[in-house]
């Protein structure tokens, strides 16, 4: 299952950078042996100053046809990290040939774009910045692949 994080703005060079591009390289080494993987970066922004609906335009058009949506959103379902890696596992088992983790702006997700995802996700009820979600989420599919592996990264 491709793995794809679609999100508003860019990222540029520095430690978040470091810390997401060591995280996937680990993902894509350790999922591709699990059907998890490759992870594809695809950032939009928008120029025009459309504000949230707009983003979620550019977002829409980036997410692959038929990719399984999953917004990061603080109204979302948190989950334990084993159970993270138990939720990928059963979208790659249900035949999904690919999932998209979608990150908005600043002022977050639209609400029509939020609404028609297939699955809400949240790091809790604190809003965090777009580029340490980036970190984070990069980091717990790492440590999914890794329990779905039986490595010993993720201890409990």
Same mark, same amino acid.
Request: aromatic share 8%.
């Given at each position: 299952?491709?793995? $794809?994080?679609? *999100?508003?703005?860019?990222?540029?060079?520095?430690?978040?950078?470091?810390?997401?591009?060591?995280?996937?390289?680990?993902?894509?080494?350790?999922?591709? *042996?699990?059907?998890?993987?490759?992870? =594809?970066?695809?950032?939009?922004?928008?120029?025009? +100053?459309?504000?949230?609906?707009?983003? +979620?335009?550019?977002?829409?058009?980036?997410?692959?046809?038929?990719?399984?949506?999953?917004?990061?959103?603080?109204? +979302?379902?948190?989950?334990?990290?084993?159970?993270? =890696?138990?939720?990928? #596992?059963?979208?790659?088992?249900?035949?999904?040939?690919?999932? #998209?983790?979608?990150?908005?702006?600043?002022?977050?997700? *639209?609400?029509?774009?939020?609404?028609?995802?297939?699955? #809400?996700?949240?790091? +809790? =009820?604190?809003?965090?910045? $777009?580029?340490?979600?980036?970190?984070?989420?990069?980091?717990?599919?790492?440590? =999914?692949?890794?329990?779905?592996?039986?490595?010993?990264? $993720?201890?409990?």
């Amino acid at each position: 299952m491709r793995v $794809h994080l679609c *999100a508003v703005g860019r990222l540029r060079s520095g430690p978040e950078r470091d810390l997401i591009d060591d995280y996937v390289t680990r993902f894509n080494r350790t999922g591709r *042996a699990l059907g998890l993987g490759p992870f =594809a970066e695809i950032e939009v922004e928008d120029r025009k +100053g459309g504000g949230m609906e707009a983003e +979620g335009l550019l977002l829409s058009r980036a997410v692959p046809a038929g990719a399984l949506t999953v917004v990061m959103d603080e109204r +979302g379902r948190t989950l334990t990290s084993p159970e993270f =890696a138990e939720q990928l #596992a059963k979208w790659r088992d249900g035949g999904r040939q690919d999932v #998209a983790f979608c990150i908005g702006g600043a002022d977050g997700l *639209a609400p029509s774009f939020r609404q028609n995802a297939d699955f #809400a996700l949240s790091f +809790g =009820a604190m809003v965090w910045p $777009h580029m340490l979600v980036r970190v984070m989420l990069a980091e717990q599919l790492y440590r =999914a692949a890794s329990i779905l592996a039986g490595s010993p990264y $993720h201890r409990e």
